[in-house]
T-cell receptor, first 111, second 107 residues
Framework: GAGVSQSPRYKVAKRGQDVALRCDPISGHVSLFWYQQALGQGPEFLTYFQNEAQLDKSGLPSDRFFAERPEGSVSTLKIQRTQQEDSAVYLC?????????FGEGSWLTVV | TQLLEQSPQFLSIQEGENLTVYCNSSSVFSSLQWYRQEPGEGPVLLVTVVTGGEVKKLKRLTFQFGDARKDSSLHITAAQPGDTGLYLCAGVGQFYFGTGTSLTVIP
């Protein structure tokens, strides 16, 4: 596609519910990143993939967060047993040669 | 972990005024990038600075990389409402973004 596509754009989840957020990176981009962003704050790094390999997951806040990219293209960020503090925008980004291109984000609200 | 501190955190100015935002770190970066993020959108790359002391201009925006490659500044001349957004710095290859400066330009 022309840009990084994320879905859903908006998600309201009840506390304790599991959610899955999808990212379609720019075709051919090797690197894929997930970030968590609170309102008015800079994005916080969650995890990084190079092709299908998850090279860095040091930013995942707890074992309730899990990300995968099984075929080196589409990625899914899964949050289990959501809690209110998980409410944020989740940004996906991809890159090929250094420049990072971001999607519009998935807005998650946990009620 | 935020390795890059930005200041000020919030800035509200009148159209036509000048402003400078800062990005500081205790770490040395091989290069640094500035992004602008508008509400409801992802960050968009504005510029990459590579050499210590480098100055780059993008229309009314002037970016400077510190001599020691630990800090950077963004100066906007004659700000316009279209400059409103969240300005972010990021160390290339580091995955980490700065704390952000939220700029509002009032018409």
């Amino acid at each position: 596609g022309a840009g990084v596509s994320q879905s859903p754009r908006y998600k309201v989840a009840k506390r304790g519910q599991d959610v899955a957020l999808r990212c379609d990176p720019i075709s051919g981009h090797v690197s894929l990143f997930w970030y968590q962003q609170a309102l008015g704050q800079g994005p916080e790094f969650l995890t990084y993939f190079q092709n299908e390999a998850q090279l860095d997951k040091s930013g995942l806040p707890s074992d309730r967060f899990f990300a995968e990219r099984p075929e080196g293209s589409v990625s899914t960020l899964k949050i289990q047993r959501t809690q209110q503090e998980d409410s944020a925008v989740y940004l996906c980004a991809s890159s090929l040669f250094g420049t990072i291109y971001f999607g519009e984000g998935s807005w998650l609200t946990v009620v | 972990t935020q390795l890059l501190e930005q200041s000020p955190q919030f800035l509200s100015i009148q159209e036509g005024e000048n402003l400078t935002v800062y990005c500081n770190s205790s770490s040395v970066f091989s290069s640094l990038q500035w992004y602008r993020q508008e509400p409801g959108e992802g960050p968009v790359l504005l510029v990459t600075v590579v050499t210590g002391g480098e100055v780059k201009k993008l229309k009314r925006l002037t970016f400077q990389f510190g001599d020691a490659r630990k800090d950077s500044s963004l100066h906007i001349t004659a700000a316009q409402p279209g400059d409103t957004g969240l300005y972010l710095c990021a160390g290339v290859g580091q995955f980490y973004f700065g704390t952000g400066t939220s700029l509002t330009v009032i018409p």
